[in-house]
């Protein structure tokens, strides 16, 4: 009989030693998987960043185009400032925006090409507008992965 408990007990050993194995063998690539994530994120990140700083760039151009076009007097700062505006739009922009950047760029540029007629103090409540959605959109850029960001950008198609 003892013999028979020493052998039971041996193998009980050993099952315990195997499932112990194992779950310690999941547990590590679990971590594994979640360290391997968070490298990605990291890479993301990394990645994002000279964009990042594109988009805050080109965002700053745009903003100070559309404040000096609300603010100035004399016509030919405003126009150049339009000018500017609409270069950046058709252009910079179009690379770095979000959809609600662009829907207010869109909604400014209606009172400079005549869409909508606005006073300054109507311009300047639009321009406070695009800027809340620049820093809006540059708080979530940040927060975005390239393929997210992407996501939430307008897709562009030349005709029909």
Not at 43 to 60: A, D, H, I, S, V
Not at 69 to 96: C, H, P
Request: a neutral charge; charged letters at 25%.
């Amino acid at each position: 009989m003892v013999p028979m408990i020493t052998a039971l007990i041996a193998i009980a050993g050993f099952w315990f030693g195997l499932l112990r194995y194992q779950d310690e063998q999941q547990k590590n690539r679990l971590e594994q998987e979640k360290q391997s994530l968070r490298e990605e994120e990291s890479r993301e990140r990394e990645f994002m960043k000279p964009w990042l700083e594109n988009q805050r760039e080109t965002y700053q151009q745009a903003l100070s185009a559309a404040a000096t076009v609300t603010n100035s007097d004399n016509a030919e700062t405003r126009r150049r400032a339009a000018e500017e505006f609409w270069r950046l739009y058709q252009g910079k922009m179009i690379l770095v925006e979000t959809k609600p950047v662009s829907d207010a760029m869109v909604v400014f540029g209606h009172c400079l090409d005549g869409t909508q007629t606005c006073t300054r103090p109507q311009m300047n409540d639009l321009c406070h507008a695009l800027a809340t959605k620049m820093a809006e959109s540059m708080a979530a850029t940040a927060r975005m992965t390239f393929k997210e960001f992407a996501a939430n950008q307008f897709k562009y198609t030349a005709g029909p």
